[in-house]
């Protein structure tokens, strides 16, 4: 189960990263008019924080709390902290000898938090007329 986990978890890295290269400022601030509506650019930030998050839990075996780096909502900000919030979470998947439960179920609910962001994102783009790359595939 892990090896399909982690190359489903490993592709949706890729489709973030596929993504936000499309991007332009006025997309990550853009919203649709629908309820309880979140900014591109807030879904993206919730995705690295959570990256960010279970990195460290995996590292440590247990939750030991979200944070994100994330200081600004720029576009390049979001090129640089994908991808290295992406290397983040395989740096400490690489560097895990006992896979214990409690990281196995960490590592499960990062891959559902990048899916669920993976649709409340494919809403938002339809939404405001954006499309999506090839690796998305959901949408």
């Known amino acids: 189960m892990k090896k399909k986990i982690l190359d489903n978890l490993y592709a949706r890295f890729q489709a973030y990263m596929d993504r936000i290269k499309r991007v332009d400022a006025q997309m ?8 309880r509506r979140k900014s591109l650019g807030e879904h993206l930030w919730c995705v690295v924080g959570a ?3 279970y990195a460290k839990a995996i590292a440590a075996g247990q939750w030991v709390g979200f944070d994100c780096s994330m200081s600004t909502l720029s576009h ?3 090129l640089d902290k994908l991808e290295e919030s992406a290397q983040a979470v395989r740096n400490a998947i690489e560097c895990v000898d006992d896979w214990t439960s409690e990281r196995e179920d960490l590592l499960a609910t990062l891959a559902e938090h990048e ?3 993976e649709g409340q994102i494919i809403r938002h783009v339809y939404g405001t007329g ?3 790359p090839a690796s998305w595939k959901w949408a």
Request: aromatic share 4%; proline share 5%.
């Open 130 to 132: 954006g499309t999506l």
């Open 115 to 117: 899916v669920m962001h």
């Open 76 to 78: 390049q900000d979001f």
């Open 28 to 35: 990550l601030t853009a919203r649709i008019d629908a309820p």
């Open 51 to 53: 990256r960010e998050s």
